[in-house]
Protein backbone atom coordinates (compact mmCIF):
# COMPACT_ATOMS: atom_id res chain seq x y z
CA UNK A 1 0.00 0.00 0.00
CA UNK A 2 1.47 3.47 -1.19
CA UNK A 3 1.82 5.73 2.08
CA UNK A 4 -0.61 8.69 2.87
CA UNK A 5 -0.06 11.50 0.10
CA UNK A 6 -0.85 15.08 0.06
CA UNK A 7 -2.16 14.35 -3.96
CA UNK A 8 -4.16 11.47 -2.75
CA UNK A 9 -6.15 13.64 -0.02
CA UNK A 10 -6.66 16.36 -2.64
CA UNK A 11 -8.28 13.79 -4.63
CA UNK A 12 -10.35 12.58 -1.80
CA UNK A 13 -11.69 15.78 -0.30
CA UNK A 14 -11.27 18.43 -3.02
CA UNK A 15 -13.25 18.33 -6.54
CA UNK A 16 -10.21 19.57 -8.04
CA UNK A 17 -10.09 15.43 -10.23
CA UNK A 18 -12.16 13.14 -11.95
CA UNK A 19 -14.35 11.12 -9.32
CA UNK A 20 -13.39 7.99 -9.46
CA UNK A 21 -16.09 5.14 -10.86
CA UNK A 22 -15.65 2.11 -9.70
CA UNK A 23 -18.35 0.71 -11.80
CA UNK A 24 -15.72 0.99 -14.58
CA UNK A 25 -13.73 -1.67 -16.33
CA UNK A 26 -10.18 -2.14 -14.99
CA UNK A 27 -8.57 -4.96 -17.07
CA UNK A 28 -6.84 -8.09 -15.49
CA UNK A 29 -3.91 -9.81 -17.53
CA UNK A 30 -6.78 -12.78 -18.42
CA UNK A 31 -8.38 -10.18 -20.00
CA UNK A 32 -5.17 -8.22 -21.24
CA UNK A 33 -3.85 -11.44 -22.58
CA UNK A 34 -6.71 -12.16 -24.91
CA UNK A 35 -6.60 -8.78 -26.35
CA UNK A 36 -2.88 -9.38 -27.09
CA UNK A 37 -3.74 -12.67 -28.59
CA UNK A 38 -6.37 -10.78 -31.17
CA UNK A 39 -4.23 -8.12 -31.97
CA UNK A 40 -1.29 -10.64 -32.58
CA UNK A 41 -3.72 -12.36 -35.13
CA UNK A 42 -4.80 -9.92 -36.43
CA UNK A 43 -0.96 -8.51 -37.71
CA UNK A 44 2.03 -9.48 -39.23
CA UNK A 45 2.90 -12.92 -39.76
CA UNK A 46 -0.09 -15.83 -40.35
CA UNK A 47 0.21 -19.62 -40.40
CA UNK A 48 -0.79 -19.59 -43.96
CA UNK A 49 2.19 -18.17 -44.45
CA UNK A 50 4.48 -20.32 -43.10
CA UNK A 51 2.80 -23.07 -44.62
CA UNK A 52 3.81 -21.55 -47.64
CA UNK A 53 7.33 -20.67 -47.06
CA UNK A 54 8.05 -24.22 -46.28
CA UNK A 55 6.42 -25.25 -49.11
CA UNK A 56 8.11 -22.87 -51.57
CA UNK A 57 11.57 -23.12 -49.92
CA UNK A 58 11.85 -27.09 -49.77
CA UNK A 59 12.49 -29.86 -51.90
CA UNK A 60 8.81 -32.50 -52.13
CA UNK A 61 10.70 -35.02 -50.16
CA UNK A 62 11.31 -32.49 -47.48
CA UNK A 63 8.29 -31.31 -47.15
CA UNK A 64 6.27 -34.35 -45.82
CA UNK A 65 8.43 -33.56 -42.59
CA UNK A 66 8.03 -30.46 -42.79
CA UNK A 67 4.17 -30.58 -43.09
CA UNK A 68 4.63 -33.45 -39.91
CA UNK A 69 6.17 -30.65 -37.63
CA UNK A 70 3.83 -27.75 -38.02
CA UNK A 71 1.28 -29.94 -37.57
CA UNK A 72 3.14 -30.75 -34.04
CA UNK A 73 3.54 -27.04 -33.40
CA UNK A 74 -0.19 -26.56 -33.75
CA UNK A 75 -0.93 -29.57 -31.90
CA UNK A 76 1.38 -28.19 -28.87
CA UNK A 77 -0.45 -24.61 -29.86
CA UNK A 78 -3.44 -26.08 -28.89
CA UNK A 79 -3.12 -27.87 -26.08
CA UNK A 80 -1.24 -24.28 -24.89
CA UNK A 81 -4.64 -21.86 -25.70
CA UNK A 82 -6.91 -25.04 -24.47
CA UNK A 83 -8.99 -26.60 -26.70
CA UNK A 84 -12.18 -24.43 -26.01
CA UNK A 85 -10.63 -22.41 -28.97
CA UNK A 86 -11.20 -22.12 -32.49
CA UNK A 87 -9.22 -22.90 -35.01
CA UNK A 88 -8.01 -19.10 -35.67
CA UNK A 89 -6.61 -18.66 -32.01
CA UNK A 90 -4.82 -22.13 -32.28
CA UNK A 91 -3.43 -21.58 -35.58
CA UNK A 92 -2.36 -17.96 -34.29
CA UNK A 93 -0.78 -19.54 -30.85
CA UNK A 94 1.41 -21.46 -33.35
CA UNK A 95 2.86 -18.98 -34.95
CA UNK A 96 3.46 -17.43 -32.26
CA UNK A 97 5.86 -20.73 -31.24
CA UNK A 98 7.30 -20.16 -34.50
CA UNK A 99 8.16 -16.55 -34.27
CA UNK A 100 9.59 -17.45 -30.73
CA UNK A 101 11.70 -20.78 -31.26
CA UNK A 102 12.40 -20.20 -34.68
CA UNK A 103 16.18 -19.52 -33.40
CA UNK A 104 16.18 -21.40 -29.98
CA UNK A 105 17.37 -24.66 -29.26
CA UNK A 106 15.98 -24.84 -26.26
CA UNK A 107 13.23 -23.30 -24.05
CA UNK A 108 15.01 -20.50 -22.14
CA UNK A 109 13.39 -17.92 -19.09
CA UNK A 110 12.71 -15.50 -21.57
CA UNK A 111 10.82 -17.50 -23.78
CA UNK A 112 9.04 -19.25 -20.82
CA UNK A 113 7.79 -15.30 -20.15
CA UNK A 114 7.01 -14.70 -23.44
CA UNK A 115 4.18 -17.23 -23.67
CA UNK A 116 3.04 -17.39 -20.06
CA UNK A 117 2.65 -13.09 -21.49
CA UNK A 118 0.81 -14.26 -24.13
CA UNK A 119 -1.17 -17.39 -23.19
CA UNK A 120 -1.08 -17.36 -19.46
CA UNK A 121 -0.24 -20.21 -17.23
CA UNK A 122 0.94 -23.61 -20.10
CA UNK A 123 2.01 -26.47 -19.58
CA UNK A 124 5.93 -27.01 -20.14
CA UNK A 125 5.96 -29.72 -22.22
CA UNK A 126 4.01 -28.35 -24.68
CA UNK A 127 6.09 -25.47 -25.31
CA UNK A 128 9.13 -27.93 -25.06
CA UNK A 129 7.45 -30.21 -28.23
CA UNK A 130 6.67 -26.73 -30.03
CA UNK A 131 10.70 -25.94 -29.71
CA UNK A 132 11.55 -28.84 -30.84
CA UNK A 133 9.25 -29.60 -33.66
CA UNK A 134 10.13 -25.79 -35.09
CA UNK A 135 13.96 -26.86 -34.71
CA UNK A 136 13.60 -30.09 -36.76
CA UNK A 137 10.65 -28.01 -39.04
CA UNK A 138 13.25 -25.04 -40.06
CA UNK A 139 16.63 -27.55 -40.35
CA UNK A 140 16.46 -28.15 -43.43
CA UNK A 141 16.84 -24.53 -44.61
CA UNK A 142 19.27 -21.31 -44.12
CA UNK A 143 19.40 -19.64 -41.23
CA UNK A 144 19.59 -16.48 -42.37
CA UNK A 145 16.52 -17.62 -44.73
CA UNK A 146 14.30 -18.34 -41.87
CA UNK A 147 14.95 -15.10 -40.27
CA UNK A 148 14.84 -13.07 -42.87
CA UNK A 149 11.17 -14.30 -43.55
CA UNK A 150 10.32 -14.03 -40.05
CA UNK A 151 11.60 -10.42 -39.74
CA UNK A 152 9.93 -9.38 -42.61
CA UNK A 153 6.53 -10.53 -41.40
CA UNK A 154 6.70 -9.24 -38.34
CA UNK A 155 8.15 -5.86 -38.99
CA UNK A 156 4.62 -4.13 -39.20
CA UNK A 157 3.97 -5.49 -35.66
CA UNK A 158 6.30 -4.10 -33.87
CA UNK A 159 6.47 -0.45 -32.86
CA UNK A 160 8.20 1.90 -35.20
CA UNK A 161 10.57 2.94 -31.94
CA UNK A 162 12.58 5.03 -35.02
CA UNK A 163 9.30 8.29 -35.14
CA UNK A 164 8.33 7.37 -31.87
CA UNK A 165 7.16 10.94 -30.03
CA UNK A 166 10.22 11.72 -26.97
CA UNK A 167 13.17 9.48 -28.94
CA UNK A 168 15.32 12.62 -28.98
CA UNK A 169 14.29 13.88 -25.39
CA UNK A 170 16.55 13.42 -22.80
CA UNK A 171 14.92 11.95 -19.98
CA UNK A 172 16.41 11.69 -16.29
CA UNK A 173 15.74 9.14 -13.94
CA UNK A 174 17.07 11.40 -10.90
CA UNK A 175 14.43 11.21 -8.22
CA UNK A 176 13.70 13.44 -5.01
CA UNK A 177 15.03 11.67 -1.79
CA UNK A 178 16.34 12.31 1.60
CA UNK A 179 19.38 13.91 1.83
CA UNK A 180 21.70 12.88 5.08
CA UNK A 181 23.59 16.16 4.37
CA UNK A 182 20.13 17.80 5.54
CA UNK A 183 19.37 15.75 8.35
CA UNK A 184 20.48 17.89 12.11
CA UNK A 185 22.42 15.63 13.88
CA UNK A 186 20.62 12.64 15.86
CA UNK A 187 22.29 12.84 19.02
CA UNK A 188 20.00 10.63 21.12
CA UNK A 189 22.11 11.62 24.04
CA UNK A 190 20.15 13.36 27.44
CA UNK A 191 16.98 14.33 27.57
CA UNK A 192 18.45 18.13 27.46
CA UNK A 193 20.25 18.09 24.33
CA UNK A 194 17.88 19.33 21.35
CA UNK A 195 18.63 18.75 17.94
CA UNK A 196 19.22 21.85 15.79
CA UNK A 197 21.36 23.31 18.53
CA UNK A 198 19.12 24.15 21.19
CA UNK A 199 15.58 25.43 19.34
CA UNK A 200 13.23 24.38 21.87
CA UNK A 201 11.36 26.86 22.45
CA UNK B 1 -5.36 10.43 -43.64
CA UNK B 2 -5.57 13.77 -42.04
CA UNK B 3 -5.21 17.14 -43.63
CA UNK B 4 -2.31 18.85 -43.66
CA UNK B 5 -1.73 22.44 -42.20
CA UNK B 6 -5.76 22.18 -40.63
CA UNK B 7 -5.82 22.01 -36.62
CA UNK B 8 -6.76 18.24 -35.75
CA UNK B 9 -9.89 19.47 -34.22
CA UNK B 10 -10.67 20.67 -37.33
CA UNK B 11 -9.56 17.85 -39.46
CA UNK B 12 -12.04 14.98 -41.28
CA UNK B 13 -10.96 11.95 -42.35
CA UNK B 14 -12.00 8.84 -44.57
CA UNK B 15 -12.21 5.89 -43.91
CA UNK B 16 -12.73 2.10 -45.06
CA UNK B 17 -15.01 0.67 -42.12
CA UNK B 18 -17.19 -2.36 -41.47
CA UNK B 19 -16.70 -5.77 -43.06
CA UNK B 20 -17.01 -4.35 -46.17
CA UNK B 21 -14.75 -1.76 -46.06
CA UNK B 22 -17.41 1.12 -46.77
CA UNK B 23 -15.87 4.29 -46.60
CA UNK B 24 -17.00 6.98 -44.58
CA UNK B 25 -15.97 10.81 -43.49
CA UNK B 26 -15.84 11.64 -40.00
CA UNK B 27 -13.94 14.20 -37.68
CA UNK B 28 -10.49 13.23 -37.20
CA UNK B 29 -10.72 13.23 -33.38
CA UNK B 30 -13.64 10.61 -33.20
CA UNK B 31 -14.27 7.77 -30.67
CA UNK B 32 -14.53 5.27 -33.22
CA UNK B 33 -10.64 5.72 -34.55
CA UNK B 34 -9.29 4.38 -30.62
CA UNK B 35 -8.09 1.02 -30.99
CA UNK B 36 -9.42 -1.13 -28.06
CA UNK B 37 -5.74 -1.56 -26.68
CA UNK B 38 -7.37 -2.63 -22.93
CA UNK B 39 -4.10 -0.64 -21.15
CA UNK B 40 -4.00 -2.65 -17.30
CA UNK B 41 -3.52 -0.27 -14.60
CA UNK B 42 0.27 0.22 -12.87
CA UNK B 43 0.51 -1.87 -10.05
CA UNK B 44 4.27 -0.82 -7.63
CA UNK B 45 6.91 -3.60 -7.36
CA UNK B 46 6.09 -6.11 -5.00
CA UNK B 47 7.50 -5.68 -1.52
CA UNK B 48 8.37 -9.12 -0.66
CA UNK B 49 10.03 -10.04 -3.88
CA UNK B 50 8.86 -13.84 -4.50
CA UNK B 51 9.51 -14.95 -7.58
CA UNK B 52 5.49 -15.23 -8.58
CA UNK B 53 5.30 -11.59 -7.20
CA UNK B 54 8.02 -10.21 -9.28
CA UNK B 55 7.00 -12.42 -12.36
CA UNK B 56 3.62 -10.99 -12.16
CA UNK B 57 4.80 -6.80 -11.55
CA UNK B 58 7.41 -7.30 -14.87
CA UNK B 59 4.52 -9.38 -16.76
CA UNK B 60 2.52 -5.95 -15.89
CA UNK B 61 5.00 -3.92 -17.05
CA UNK B 62 5.73 -5.31 -19.97
CA UNK B 63 2.54 -4.85 -20.97
CA UNK B 64 2.04 -1.27 -20.06
CA UNK B 65 5.11 -0.29 -21.63
CA UNK B 66 4.21 -2.42 -24.52
CA UNK B 67 1.28 -0.42 -24.62
CA UNK B 68 2.76 2.78 -24.39
CA UNK B 69 5.64 2.61 -26.47
CA UNK B 70 2.71 1.54 -28.96
CA UNK B 71 0.98 4.94 -28.12
CA UNK B 72 4.12 6.96 -28.20
CA UNK B 73 4.50 5.23 -31.85
CA UNK B 74 0.98 6.77 -32.97
CA UNK B 75 0.51 9.48 -35.63
CA UNK B 76 -0.44 12.74 -33.75
CA UNK B 77 -4.28 12.12 -34.75
CA UNK B 78 -4.19 8.79 -33.41
CA UNK B 79 -2.62 9.38 -30.26
CA UNK B 80 -4.90 11.94 -29.65
CA UNK B 81 -7.94 9.60 -30.53
CA UNK B 82 -6.80 7.45 -28.08
CA UNK B 83 -5.92 9.59 -25.25
CA UNK B 84 -9.48 11.47 -25.37
CA UNK B 85 -11.80 8.11 -25.96
CA UNK B 86 -9.54 5.30 -24.27
CA UNK B 87 -10.81 5.43 -20.31
CA UNK B 88 -8.11 2.26 -19.98
CA UNK B 89 -5.36 4.55 -20.78
CA UNK B 90 -5.96 7.43 -18.37
CA UNK B 91 -6.81 4.67 -15.35
CA UNK B 92 -3.14 3.18 -16.81
CA UNK B 93 -1.36 6.93 -16.46
CA UNK B 94 -3.87 7.90 -13.17
CA UNK B 95 -2.27 4.70 -11.54
CA UNK B 96 0.72 5.22 -11.95
CA UNK B 97 0.87 8.42 -10.95
CA UNK B 98 -1.10 7.26 -7.33
CA UNK B 99 0.92 4.47 -7.13
CA UNK B 100 4.39 4.60 -8.18
CA UNK B 101 7.05 5.11 -5.21
CA UNK B 102 8.54 8.62 -4.90
CA UNK B 103 12.54 8.25 -4.09
CA UNK B 104 11.41 9.34 -0.44
CA UNK B 105 8.45 6.20 0.16
CA UNK B 106 10.29 4.34 2.69
CA UNK B 107 10.92 1.27 0.69
CA UNK B 108 11.57 2.80 -2.72
CA UNK B 109 14.44 0.30 -3.87
CA UNK B 110 13.01 -2.18 -6.60
CA UNK B 111 13.90 -5.71 -4.95
CA UNK B 112 15.75 -7.25 -8.14
CA UNK B 113 17.78 -5.24 -11.38
CA UNK B 114 15.09 -6.61 -13.49
CA UNK B 115 12.29 -4.89 -11.40
CA UNK B 116 14.27 -1.99 -10.98
CA UNK B 117 14.90 -1.81 -15.16
CA UNK B 118 11.11 -2.02 -15.73
CA UNK B 119 10.39 0.33 -13.37
CA UNK B 120 12.75 2.19 -15.59
CA UNK B 121 10.91 2.09 -18.47
CA UNK B 122 7.01 2.77 -17.43
CA UNK B 123 8.81 5.59 -15.85
CA UNK B 124 10.35 7.12 -19.00
CA UNK B 125 7.33 5.92 -21.08
CA UNK B 126 4.97 7.72 -18.58
CA UNK B 127 6.28 10.90 -18.54
CA UNK B 128 6.55 11.17 -22.07
CA UNK B 129 3.33 10.20 -23.01
CA UNK B 130 2.28 13.22 -20.32
CA UNK B 131 4.46 15.41 -22.75
CA UNK B 132 2.87 14.50 -25.54
CA UNK B 133 -0.49 15.07 -23.82
CA UNK B 134 0.92 18.57 -22.89
CA UNK B 135 1.66 20.00 -26.24
CA UNK B 136 -0.93 21.12 -28.48
CA UNK B 137 1.68 21.36 -31.47
CA UNK B 138 3.89 18.85 -32.21
CA UNK B 139 5.46 19.95 -35.81
CA UNK B 140 4.06 22.21 -38.51
CA UNK B 141 1.70 19.81 -39.73
CA UNK B 142 0.62 18.77 -36.58
CA UNK B 143 -0.73 20.58 -34.06
CA UNK B 144 -4.60 21.56 -32.14
CA UNK B 145 -6.51 24.94 -32.06
CA UNK B 146 -4.90 26.05 -28.19
CA UNK B 147 -8.70 26.71 -27.09
CA UNK B 148 -9.48 23.69 -27.93
CA UNK B 149 -6.24 22.36 -26.98
CA UNK B 150 -7.32 23.50 -23.24
CA UNK B 151 -10.90 22.19 -23.53
CA UNK B 152 -10.29 18.85 -24.41
CA UNK B 153 -7.13 18.61 -21.64
CA UNK B 154 -9.80 20.39 -18.84
CA UNK B 155 -12.86 18.69 -19.91
CA UNK B 156 -11.39 15.11 -19.95
CA UNK B 157 -9.61 15.24 -16.85
CA UNK B 158 -6.45 14.34 -18.80
CA UNK B 159 -4.54 16.58 -16.64
CA UNK B 160 -5.69 17.73 -13.04
CA UNK B 161 -3.95 19.55 -9.93
CA UNK B 162 -3.53 16.55 -8.03
CA UNK B 163 -1.87 14.64 -11.40
CA UNK B 164 0.30 17.89 -11.55
CA UNK B 165 1.47 17.80 -8.22
CA UNK B 166 2.24 13.86 -9.14
CA UNK B 167 4.26 14.45 -12.27
CA UNK B 168 6.36 17.18 -10.35
CA UNK B 169 7.16 15.13 -7.37
CA UNK B 170 7.80 11.98 -9.97
CA UNK B 171 9.93 13.77 -12.09
CA UNK B 172 10.31 17.09 -11.24
CA UNK B 173 14.10 16.37 -10.02
CA UNK B 174 16.12 15.77 -12.59
CA UNK B 175 13.47 17.50 -15.49
CA UNK B 176 12.38 20.60 -14.25
CA UNK B 177 12.55 22.41 -17.56
CA UNK B 178 10.50 20.00 -19.31
CA UNK B 179 8.17 19.82 -16.63
CA UNK B 180 7.96 23.60 -16.44
CA UNK B 181 7.14 23.97 -20.26
CA UNK B 182 4.23 21.21 -19.85
CA UNK B 183 3.02 23.12 -16.55
CA UNK B 184 2.78 26.53 -18.27
CA UNK B 185 1.62 25.27 -21.26
CA UNK B 186 -1.28 23.57 -19.61
CA UNK B 187 -1.97 26.79 -17.66
CA UNK B 188 -1.88 29.11 -20.18
CA UNK B 189 -4.22 27.13 -22.54
CA UNK B 190 -6.53 26.39 -19.79
CA UNK B 191 -6.47 29.30 -17.18
CA UNK B 192 -9.39 27.41 -15.45
CA UNK B 193 -6.40 25.13 -13.89
CA UNK B 194 -5.95 28.52 -11.69
CA UNK B 195 -9.57 28.03 -10.11
CA UNK B 196 -8.64 24.40 -9.69
CA UNK B 197 -5.31 25.66 -7.92
CA UNK B 198 -7.40 27.69 -5.89
CA UNK B 199 -9.45 25.08 -4.48
CA UNK B 200 -6.39 22.90 -3.57
CA UNK B 201 -4.27 25.06 -1.93
CA UNK B 202 -7.52 25.65 0.59
CA UNK B 203 -7.19 21.59 0.48
CA UNK B 204 -4.28 22.01 1.40
CA UNK B 205 -4.18 24.36 3.96
CA UNK B 206 -6.65 21.87 5.39
CA UNK B 207 -3.85 19.38 5.40
CA UNK B 208 -1.88 21.36 7.57
CA UNK B 209 -4.89 21.43 9.98
CA UNK B 210 -5.08 17.81 9.68
CA UNK B 211 -2.07 17.50 10.42
CA UNK B 212 -2.07 19.99 13.47
CA UNK B 213 -5.11 18.58 14.82
CA UNK B 214 -3.91 14.98 14.96
CA UNK B 215 -1.30 16.02 16.90
CA UNK B 216 -3.69 17.52 19.87
CA UNK B 217 -2.77 21.27 18.33
CA UNK B 218 -4.35 24.24 16.60
CA UNK B 219 -2.83 26.76 13.92
CA UNK B 220 -3.78 30.55 14.59
CA UNK B 221 -6.34 30.51 11.02
CA UNK B 222 -7.18 26.93 11.57
CA UNK B 223 -10.91 25.98 11.67
CA UNK B 224 -11.70 25.69 15.76
CA UNK B 225 -11.85 22.59 17.05
CA UNK B 226 -14.24 22.27 19.87
CA UNK B 227 -13.09 22.66 22.99
CA UNK B 228 -13.27 19.12 24.79
CA UNK B 229 -16.03 18.00 27.70
CA UNK B 230 -14.62 17.11 30.76
CA UNK B 231 -15.55 13.37 30.57
CA UNK B 232 -14.13 13.22 26.92
CA UNK B 233 -10.53 11.57 27.26
CA UNK B 234 -7.99 13.67 25.78
CA UNK B 235 -6.97 13.97 22.19
CA UNK B 236 -3.97 11.86 21.25
CA UNK B 237 -0.95 13.97 21.02
CA UNK B 238 2.08 13.05 18.91
CA UNK B 239 3.82 11.69 22.05
CA UNK B 240 0.65 9.57 22.75
CA UNK B 241 -0.84 8.35 19.60
CA UNK B 242 0.23 4.94 18.27
CA UNK B 243 3.68 4.39 16.53
CA UNK B 244 1.91 4.08 13.36
CA UNK B 245 0.11 7.07 13.30
CA UNK B 246 3.51 8.67 14.08
CA UNK B 247 4.99 7.26 11.17
CA UNK B 248 1.94 7.75 8.83
CA UNK B 249 1.77 11.60 10.21
CA UNK B 250 5.59 11.82 9.10
CA UNK B 251 5.44 10.71 5.91
CA UNK B 252 2.12 12.97 5.31
CA UNK B 253 3.97 15.59 6.42
CA UNK B 254 7.05 14.98 4.15
CA UNK B 255 5.39 13.88 1.13
CA UNK B 256 3.26 17.00 1.54
CA UNK B 257 6.28 19.60 2.03
CA UNK B 258 8.17 17.79 -0.62
CA UNK B 259 5.55 17.89 -3.13
CA UNK B 260 4.56 21.62 -2.74
CA UNK B 261 7.85 22.48 -2.83
CA UNK B 262 8.69 20.47 -6.21
CA UNK B 263 5.62 22.38 -7.63
CA UNK B 264 6.34 25.64 -6.76
CA UNK B 265 10.02 25.70 -7.50
CA UNK B 266 8.92 24.17 -11.23
CA UNK B 267 6.25 26.22 -11.41
CA UNK B 268 6.67 29.89 -9.77
CA UNK B 269 3.88 31.05 -11.57
CA UNK B 270 1.53 29.13 -8.70
CA UNK B 271 3.33 31.28 -6.00
CA UNK B 272 0.60 34.08 -6.72
CA UNK B 273 -2.29 31.41 -5.41
CA UNK B 274 -0.15 30.22 -2.52
CA UNK B 275 0.13 33.75 -1.84
CA UNK B 276 -3.54 34.89 -2.06
CA UNK B 277 -4.59 32.56 0.71
CA UNK B 278 -2.22 34.25 2.87
CA UNK B 279 -0.24 30.51 3.06
CA UNK B 280 3.08 32.18 4.02
CA UNK B 281 1.96 33.31 7.43
CA UNK B 282 0.20 30.01 7.68
CA UNK B 283 3.17 27.96 6.88
CA UNK B 284 5.46 30.14 9.57
CA UNK B 285 2.96 29.34 12.12
CA UNK B 286 2.73 25.81 11.41
CA UNK B 287 6.13 25.21 11.37
CA UNK B 288 6.32 27.00 14.61
CA UNK B 289 3.66 24.46 16.12
CA UNK B 290 4.19 21.36 14.58
CA UNK B 291 7.90 20.50 14.14
CA UNK B 292 8.90 21.13 17.80
CA UNK B 293 5.87 18.93 18.61
CA UNK B 294 6.68 16.30 15.62
CA UNK B 295 10.47 16.22 16.57
CA UNK B 296 10.16 16.09 20.20
CA UNK B 297 7.77 12.60 19.31
CA UNK B 298 10.35 11.24 17.42
CA UNK B 299 13.31 12.50 19.59
CA UNK B 300 11.77 11.21 23.15
CA UNK B 301 9.07 8.30 22.45
CA UNK B 302 10.51 4.60 22.60
CA UNK B 303 10.96 3.09 19.76
CA UNK B 304 11.78 -0.88 19.55
CA UNK B 305 13.47 0.05 16.10
CA UNK B 306 16.18 2.52 15.86
CA UNK B 307 16.43 2.72 12.41
CA UNK B 308 12.84 4.10 11.76
CA UNK B 309 13.47 6.32 14.54
CA UNK B 310 16.32 7.63 12.88
CA UNK B 311 14.75 7.73 9.51
CA UNK B 312 11.55 9.73 10.64
CA UNK B 313 13.97 11.91 12.00
CA UNK B 314 15.74 12.62 8.40
CA UNK B 315 12.19 13.33 7.28
CA UNK B 316 11.61 15.57 9.46
CA UNK B 317 14.80 17.58 8.81
CA UNK B 318 13.78 17.19 5.46
CA UNK B 319 10.49 18.78 5.84
CA UNK B 320 12.14 21.40 7.75
CA UNK B 321 14.08 22.17 5.27
CA UNK B 322 11.40 22.09 2.34
CA UNK B 323 8.92 24.31 4.12
CA UNK B 324 11.63 26.83 4.72
CA UNK B 325 12.59 26.71 1.03
CA UNK B 326 8.66 27.04 0.25
CA UNK B 327 8.79 30.18 2.57
CA UNK B 328 11.52 31.44 0.50
CA UNK B 329 9.99 30.54 -2.63
CA UNK B 330 6.71 32.25 -2.00
CA UNK B 331 8.46 35.84 -0.76
CA UNK B 332 10.52 35.52 -3.93
CA UNK B 333 7.85 35.16 -6.67
CA UNK B 334 5.53 37.32 -4.78
CA UNK B 335 7.19 40.23 -3.19
CA UNK B 336 11.58 40.19 -4.39
CA UNK B 337 11.21 39.21 -7.75
CA UNK B 338 8.71 42.49 -8.67
CA UNK B 339 10.87 44.97 -6.38
CA UNK B 340 13.80 43.55 -8.00
CA UNK B 341 12.14 43.83 -11.55
CA UNK B 342 11.01 47.34 -10.76
CA UNK B 343 7.43 46.67 -10.61
CA UNK B 344 4.68 49.49 -11.13
CA UNK B 345 3.53 49.17 -7.68
CA UNK B 346 6.94 48.79 -6.13
CA UNK B 347 6.39 50.24 -2.91
CA UNK B 348 3.47 47.78 -2.22
CA UNK B 349 5.64 44.88 -2.50
CA UNK B 350 8.68 45.99 -0.37
CA UNK B 351 5.76 46.74 2.74
CA UNK B 352 4.26 43.28 1.97
CA UNK B 353 7.86 41.96 1.93
CA UNK B 354 8.71 43.81 5.21
CA UNK B 355 5.40 43.23 6.74
CA UNK B 356 5.94 39.19 6.22
CA UNK B 357 9.66 39.13 7.80
CA UNK B 358 7.87 41.36 10.99
CA UNK B 359 5.66 38.33 11.28
CA UNK B 360 8.10 35.24 11.58
CA UNK B 361 10.21 37.51 14.34
CA UNK B 362 7.46 35.76 16.83
CA UNK B 363 8.04 32.80 15.10
CA UNK B 364 11.49 32.09 16.58
CA UNK B 365 12.10 29.08 15.11
CA UNK B 366 10.80 29.47 11.87
CA UNK B 367 12.56 32.97 12.09
CA UNK B 368 15.95 31.49 12.83
CA UNK B 369 15.28 28.39 9.92
CA UNK B 370 14.39 30.48 7.63
CA UNK B 371 17.63 32.98 8.44
CA UNK B 372 19.77 30.22 8.35
CA UNK B 373 19.13 29.24 4.59
CA UNK B 374 18.17 32.40 3.54
CA UNK B 375 19.51 35.03 5.29
CA UNK B 376 16.89 38.01 6.06
CA UNK B 377 19.84 40.18 5.78
CA UNK B 378 20.70 39.45 2.41
CA UNK B 379 17.22 40.39 0.94
CA UNK B 380 17.34 43.75 3.35
CA UNK B 381 20.30 44.64 1.75
CA UNK B 382 19.01 44.14 -1.98
CA UNK B 383 16.12 45.88 -1.04
CA UNK B 384 18.04 49.14 0.16
CA UNK B 385 19.84 49.18 -3.29
CA UNK B 386 16.67 48.27 -4.84
CA UNK B 387 14.66 50.70 -3.05
CA UNK B 388 16.70 53.57 -1.31
CA UNK B 389 13.99 55.07 0.02
CA UNK B 390 13.49 51.99 2.72
CA UNK B 391 12.60 53.46 6.04
CA UNK B 392 15.85 52.17 8.12
CA UNK B 393 14.53 52.35 11.81
CA UNK B 394 11.93 49.29 10.32
CA UNK B 395 14.94 47.37 8.75
CA UNK B 396 17.21 48.05 11.27
CA UNK B 397 14.56 46.78 13.94
CA UNK B 398 14.26 43.78 11.28
CA UNK B 399 17.25 43.02 11.46
CA UNK B 400 18.10 43.48 15.33
CA UNK B 401 15.20 40.90 15.58
CA UNK B 402 16.67 38.22 13.92
CA UNK B 403 19.96 39.05 16.13
CA UNK B 404 17.89 38.66 19.13
CA UNK B 405 16.24 35.86 18.19
CA UNK B 406 19.80 33.97 17.57
CA UNK B 407 21.43 35.80 21.08
CA UNK B 408 17.99 34.12 22.81
CA UNK B 409 19.31 30.43 21.61
CA UNK B 410 22.82 31.06 22.25
CA UNK B 411 23.73 30.10 19.20
CA UNK B 412 25.04 31.78 16.12
CA UNK B 413 23.88 30.27 12.23
CA UNK B 414 25.69 27.05 11.50
CA UNK B 415 26.29 28.06 7.85
CA UNK B 416 25.26 30.18 5.19
CA UNK B 417 24.15 28.40 1.86
CA UNK B 418 24.18 30.60 -1.41
CA UNK B 419 20.61 32.19 -2.01
CA UNK B 420 19.14 30.67 -5.07
CA UNK B 421 17.69 33.99 -6.19
Known sequence: MSPPRLTGALRSFSTVSKQEDFTEEVYDLKTKRLKRQELFSREGLTWQKIVQFFTQHLEKAEQQAAAHELKSILQAAKQIVGTEHGQDTIESAAVFLFETFHNKDHV?????????????????????????????????LGESQVEEFVRSQSSCRAPQRGSAFGRNITFSYDCYTLDPQEALPWAGGPEDETPGGGLDF | MACAMI?????????????LGKERTLPALHPDRKEERCFVPYKPPPEDSSPAQVEEYLEHGKFITEDLDWLLALRHDKFWCQVVFDESLQKCLDSYLRHSPRGLDPSSLPSSPAVADMQRCIHRAVFMTFLRMATHKESKESFITPTVFGEIIYNNFLFDIPKILDLCVLFGKGNSQLLHKMIENIFTQQPCYYGDLDEAVLSVLQVLDTILAKCGLQCEGATAIEPLKLSEPSRPTAMTMSQQDLVDLVLYLCDTCTTIQAFLDIFPAACSTFHCHSFLNRLASFYEVAVPDIEKAVRKRNFDDKSLQEDLWRRVC???????EMAHLLLQHTCLQPILEGSENIQTFVEELLQHF?????????????????????????????FPLLDETRTSYLLQGVEDAWDSIGRRRTQYRPQQT
Request: aromatic share 8%.
Open chain 2, 7 to 19: PLDEQQVTEATGP
Open chain 2, 318 to 324: HARRRMV
Open chain 1, 108 to 140: GHEETRAIKQMFGPFPSSAADASCAAVSRAVAP
Open chain 2, 358 to 386: TTFLPEKRFLLDYDEQFPIADDISLLQQA
